[in-house]
């Protein structure tokens, strides 16, 4: 388990009492899911924020990664979940030229924004990939979501491709 204060120091005061920490069943992750889903704005969604759909993601995909032990990580404050984030190893032999995570969503509850929760949870997710030998992570945000994609530079990613939308075929 790792601490917020670990992470940023002591003066982030009452957020020290955060611990990022993986889920303890597969039912949090689809309530976390869906909370992510639900946050983004409707046109930077792949898929509609439904219950079903949060289920889907989870039962094919986030569920035997985070069994695997792979970083799908919460943010916790006392028993609240206040933050979450989904990473999957992609496989090796899908990998070049190094070991690679994908990351599928991160979501910080609104009155928790802009207090380096994202970021304690992001070195959490790296802490375990640089532990498995992992040290190159991909992840995807719509060009409209202007927050997300200030965040995630902010936090040392960098834009390495585009993915083109048709909406009219
Ligand atoms: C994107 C999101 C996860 C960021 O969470 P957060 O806890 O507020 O982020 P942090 O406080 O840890 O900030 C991390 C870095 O991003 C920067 N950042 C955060 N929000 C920002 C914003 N709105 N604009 C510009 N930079 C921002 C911070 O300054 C920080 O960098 P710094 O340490 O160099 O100052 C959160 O806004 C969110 O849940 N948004 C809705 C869901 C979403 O869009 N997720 C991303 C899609 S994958």
Same mark, same amino acid.
């Given at each position: 388990?790792?601490?917020?204060?670990?992470?940023?120091?002591?003066?982030?005061?009452?957020?020290?009492?955060?611990?990022?920490?993986?889920?303890?069943?597969?039912?949090? %992750?689809?309530?976390?899911?869906?909370?992510?889903? $639900? !946050?983004?704005?409707? #046109?930077?969604?792949? &898929?509609?924020?439904?219950?079903?759909?949060?289920?889907?993601?989870?039962?094919?995909?986030?569920?035997?990664?985070?069994?695997? =032990?792979?970083?799908?990580? &919460?943010?916790?404050?006392?028993?609240?979940?206040?933050?979450?984030?989904?990473?999957?190893?992609?496989?090796?032999?899908?990998?070049?030229?190094?070991?690679?995570?994908?990351?599928? =969503?991160?979501?910080?509850?609104?009155?928790?924004? =802009?207090?380096?929760?994202?970021?304690?949870?992001? #070195?959490?997710?790296?802490?375990?990939?640089?532990?498995?030998?992992?040290?190159?992570?991909?992840? $995807?945000?719509? %060009?409209?979501?202007?927050? !997300?994609?200030? !965040?995630?530079?902010?936090?040392?990613? !960098?834009?390495?491709?585009?993915?083109?939308?048709?909406?009219? %075929?």
């Amino acid at each position: 388990m790792v601490t917020l204060a670990e992470y940023l120091g002591s003066e982030y005061g009452s957020a020290s009492a955060l611990r990022i920490e993986p889920p303890e069943s597969e039912e949090q %992750i689809v309530r976390a899911y869906l909370l992510y889903l $639900q !946050s983004l704005p409707a #046109e930077a969604r792949d &898929f509609d924020a439904t219950e079903g759909n949060a289920r889907y993601m989870v039962e094919s995909m986030l569920g035997p990664a985070w069994k695997r =032990g792979e970083p799908i990580l &919460f943010a916790v404050m006392g028993e609240t979940i206040v933050g979450a984030t989904f990473t999957t190893l992609v496989p090796k032999q899908l990998t070049t030229p190094r070991p690679a995570a994908w990351g599928h =969503g991160t979501w910080v509850r609104e009155d928790m924004r =802009g207090q380096g929760v994202a970021r304690a949870l992001m #070195e959490a997710v790296r802490g375990r990939l640089r532990a498995v030998g992992v040290v190159r992570q991909i992840g $995807q945000a719509h %060009i409209d979501n202007h927050k !997300s994609l200030a !965040s995630f530079q902010a936090m040392g990613f !960098s834009p390495c491709g585009a993915i083109l939308e048709n909406k009219h %075929i």
